[in-house]
């Protein structure tokens, strides 16, 4: 019987049905064939199911092994005794039934002799287990024949500890009660007919050992009972010390400690230095180098255990890389083809899927199935990300909520609110569940634009705030971004914290009385507006009677903007305005073509100017009064000049990569440039500071500090309506005078493991050659420009930026330090 899926076995049992699941060297199923074979068994039908080419291609006929075998495919699953009817072509006379997928010793010749002793129509093997709960226990008579089938008796029903081991002898004319092409079972559907019937049905009661392997734990008991001689089956290889088991070409060093029971199997390889404690097991050509220490563990074919990696009561599958000072902790279970970064630990019970890769130095407490990778850290650029169901899911946001509410002094308030969309819906329901478990009050604030939120979270009595959206660049992906209580992105230290808690399990699990609470407040965004309205020049923009195409894109600033743009005097036309859930993520390309759309209404209308809102009510996108699409440098260029036309002395805030324009702009109204990383939290951070008018980051973000330090798309549009108000020109007027500018950019890939190697070479290389590469990343200064060289925090890259007095110099100068990132990253 070789049909199983073995689904409690994943993800062992992940591209193999469970007889290929290898104990000590060999699949399981090979281990049942040898002991047919010693018991006189020559000719053996397989019925197969799950991946049933798997087993045709390493038995083939046979012959290998000394046995004849023909194999029974079903196209559905037919059930035990269905599968066996499937096969009756094969069979005549007596037969024999046996798992291809249990481990056993039994004396099958005393189980035939006992069959034809009693003239039996049907024997079933039994077996006396300690807990009978998970199998079919059956009842006989004092001759042993069989008086009362219980399948998975509760213990008021347990009058038996013997069970049934799915090893049968029965007569062919049994097989004629078995419909053919029908799900079918021995237990449930065939035998309680001859019960039935009163044909004469016994139980064997087998001495000797026997193991279902139908859980990891059965499987490492099974692996453990045959390494410590708990069985009969006999060890391949030849036993070279006491207790430790080699075969052909297997080496290993005499400067290694190695504590028996322990298995290697061929061309096996353990470095100086190792530890092995059985028992153990280590597959045919796997590497345990230098320093690592295996206890207890089961390591399959082609893998590497690095240097001082520890694995303890552990399984690795087949072609897995654990690098060096890798941790695997008890009941941990590794997937095929996974790499598990140097320093990362799986923490116990843990199991990860085939194809995946740990990140170095990261720690994994849940089971990793859907994504990818498992990183270090939980936060990124844009805060918590990742795919929605797959690496976001309920259980993992209920964890994080539960997490943040842990580093929060106990009764603090948290606002939480969503974009539209379905997935937020579901998430921050999620986060709010785990929030109160750790004694934090939620205030739901529902669905507003992210500025809304950081506005209540800045100006009521929370302690932090969240936002969950649809991430605007790829709408399977989820964004949680957190709050401090001045409503800004939380710190580097906060961030580390919340990790801290997460990865360490460390929550906070209050009494009763200590539950936090949960209130909706539907008023938010009142008095967002009301102080929005107070912190702007009324007179001069309703004086001005501005004209404004605004694009909405669907999301919920469509909910708060208009009735503020109603009390300004503006007239306005909306475009995308309804919310809309299936619309709100746009391709690179939609984006264009909308933009282009943006730009061809606003001109023949004649419109003051045209902007879009991002999702989030974060950015802004600009087209002028002519219809003309601002890149988004240039927007910040454009505002940054009114702004400091009408403020001087003021602060500009912006990142290291502005062209040396700003410098000039600035300097023209007897004011300053602060840089800041290109982080938010930095931006906002910088922006906060006294004498700070206006911060933006070169990609449609704006920062008012005067009324919020943090992105406000909506504020911004009100911003540059009230300084052309103000300074009487139109916006094209306004981008016509900048200074011009030449930049250009690009990515260059890079492995993580290199990216530190290639920052301090350029470091070094580049150290007091001018620019502000001590702010972010490297910035080199040239005569007439610059390049800046900026690791992503996210991706394995750089971003190559240069200014120059032309473009085509600019791109030679990205190209020539992008030539250099790449030779310096090998």
Known sequence: MAGGEGSRLRPLTIGRPKPMVPIVGKP??????????THGFRDIVATLQYLPGLIQDYFGDGSGLGVNIDYAVEDRPLGPAGSVKNASAYLDGTFLVISGDAVTDFDLTK????????????????????NPLEYGVIITDNSGR????????????????????????????????????????????????????????????????????????????????????GTQIAMSGEEVLPGLWVEQGANFSREAEIVGPVYLGQDARVRAGARLVGPAAVGAYSIVDSGASVERSIIWSNSYIGERAQLSGAIVGNRCNLRSRSVVLQGGVIGDNTVIGEGAIVQSDVR???????????????????????????????GIAGLVNVDITPEFAA????????????????????????????????????????????????????????????????????HVRISPYDDRLIEIKFFDAQGMDLDKAAERKIENTFFREDFRRVYLDDIGSIVVDDQADRAYSTAFIKALD??????????????????????????????????????????????????????????????????????????????????????????????RMTAFAALASLYLRQHPGQSLVAPVSVPLAFERLAGEAGSKVLYARSAAH?????????????????????????????????????????????????????????????????????????????????????RGAGGNGQVDGIKIGLDGGWVLILPDADRPMFHITAEAPDNEGARKLVAEYGDLVQSLAR
């Not at 004469?200 to 279902?212: E, K, L, T, V």
């Open 28 to 37: 399981v199923m090979e281990h049942i064939i040898e002991l047919l074979r």
């Open 111 to 130: 189980v035939i002799e006992f069959h034809r002793r009693k003239r039996a129509i049907a024997t079933l093997v039994l077996y006396r287990v300690p």
């Open 146 to 229: 069989i008086q009362q089938f219980l399948e998975k008796p509760s213990w008021g029903e347990v009058f038996s500890d013997t069970v049934n081991t799915g090893i049968y002898v029965l007569d062919r004319s049994v097989m004629d009660l078995v419909p053919e092409n029908e799900s079918f079972d021995f237990s449930q559907d065939l035998f309680p007919i001859l019960l039935e019937r009163d044909e004469p049905m016994y139980g064997y009661i087998a001495p000797g050992y026997w193991c279902d392997v139908g859980s990891l734990s059965e499987y490492m008991r099974a692996v453990s009972d045959i390494l410590t001689g």
């Open 352 to 382: 990860v899927w085939p194809n995946k890769e740990l990140e170095t130095g990261a720690s994994l407490n849940e089971s990793l199935i859907w994504g990818g990778r498992a990183h270090r850290s939980l936060f990124g650029a844009y």
């Open 399 to 466: 964890r994080i909520g539960a997490a943040y509410g842990a580093v929060l002094p106990k009764g603090a308030m948290v606002t939480i609110n969503r974009d539209p969309h379905r997935s937020p819906r579901m998430i921050k329901r999620a986060m709010i569940a785990g929030l109160p478990s750790a004694g934090a009050n939620v205030t739901d604030i529902q669905t507003v634009p992210i500025p809304v939120a950081r506005y209540s979270t800045r100006h009521t009595s929370a302690a932090g705030g969240i």
């Open 538 to 631: 009324l007179e001069a923009i309703r004086s001005a009677d501005f004209k404004v195409v605004i694009d909405y894109a669907h999301g919920s600033s469509a909910l708060v903007f208009p009735r503020i743009l109603n009390q300004l005097g503006c007239e306005v036309v909306a475009i995308n305005s309804s919310v809309d859930e299936l619309r709100m993520f746009r391709t690179a390309e939609q984006f264009d073509q909308e933009m282009q759309q943006l730009g061809a209404i606003t001109s023949a209308l004649s419109y003051d100017f045209g902007v879009r809102i991002d999702l989030g009510g974060e950015k802004i996108f600009l087209v002028d009064n002519r219809g003309r699409l601002l890149d």
């Open 682 to 766: 930095s931006l906002m951070a910088t922006a906060s500071r006294k004498g700070v008018g206006l911060a933006g980051d070169g990609d449609g973000g704006f920062v008012i500090p005067s009324f919020l330090p943090a992105f406000d798309a909506m504020m911004a549009i009100a911003k540059l309506i009230e300084l052309l108000a103000q300074a009487g020109v139109t916006l094209s007027e306004v981008v016509d005078g900048l200074p011009s500018y030449y930049l250009s950019s690009a990515d260059v890939s890079c492995p993580w493991e290199y990216k530190g190697k290639v920052m301090r070479m350029l470091s070094e290389q580049y």
